[in-house]
């Protein structure tokens, strides 16, 4: 069975600071995974996603991901954060088989302090 | 105008009360979903419909009834409304292909049930 465990609920960083939010999975299969954002009052928008290409992805806003199969993680970066950056982050692990095997974690929410 | 839009936005009802969330898209998409959204709980698939014919059960789907009436309009509903069903509901949907591309979300509808 697949899981994810965001490992921060709560992340607080300094405007220009950088952003480290993690996440770690569980797979039998080599699966994708992503990022959303969700800012407040908005559904969720598609950050960035590994589908077994590059380990390094690049995303939308500067954000960045690194696929390491070794530490089953897939931890979100950004080198500055900004005052936009203040959301939730969702980490999600897909496996094959079927829409039924998505699996969403528990979410972090990032504060920016200026 | 948003791709996918959800009505309505908040809903305060009664317990036993019937409530009907809808969701209606312009992606052109076949695949639609509904999520709903707990604080610390990260979103949980309550039902989804790969295409009008096709509707298929997600983890939590007791309590809850779809409708698929074409491919533009999914919507979802609560028969007889209990208080915990408290959440925020997304409807989400993504292209036919791989199941594990990406999802576009609505905004949410926040229901609240006294």
């Known amino acids: 069975a697949q899981s994810v465990t965001q490992l921060d609920s709560h992340v607080s960083v300094s405007e220009g600071t950088p952003v480290l939010l993690r996440c770690n999975y569980s797979s039998s299969y080599s699966p994708s995974l992503f990022w959303y954002v969700q800012h407040p009052n908005k559904g969720l928008q598609l950050l960035l996603k590994y589908t077994s290409a590059a380990t390094l992805v690049k995303g939308i806003n500067g954000f960045e991901a690194e696929f390491k199969k070794s530490e089953t993680s897939f931890h979100l970066t950004k080198p500055s954060a900004h005052m936009s950056d203040a959301a939730e982050y969702f980490c999600?692990?897909?496996?094959?088989?079927?829409?039924?095997?998505?699996?969403f974690g528990t979410g972090t929410k990032l504060q920016v302090i200026p | 105008d948003a791709d996918v839009t959800q009505t309505p936005r908040n809903r305060i009802t009664k317990t036993g009360k019937r409530i009907m969330l809808e969701c209606s898209q312009t992606k052109g998409h076949d695949r639609m979903y509904w999520y709903r959204q707990d604080p610390g709980l990260g979103l949980q698939l309550i039902y989804y419909?790969?295409?009008?014919?096709?509707?298929n059960k997600g983890e939590i789907s007791d309590g809850y009834s779809v409708s698929r009436q074409a491919q533009a309009k999914f919507s979802l509903s609560l028969e007889s409304a209990i208080p915990n069903q408290t959440a925020l509901y997304f409807c989400?949907?993504?292209?036919?292909?791989?199941?594990?591309?990406?999802?576009?979300f609505g905004p949410g509808t926040r229901l609240t049930v006294l």
């Open positions: 999600v692990v897909s496996e094959p088989g079927g829409y039924q095997k998505v699996t």
């Open positions: 419909s790969f295409d009008v014919k096709d509707i």
């Open positions: 989400a949907t993504s292209d036919r292909g791989l199941a594990l591309d990406e999802q576009f």
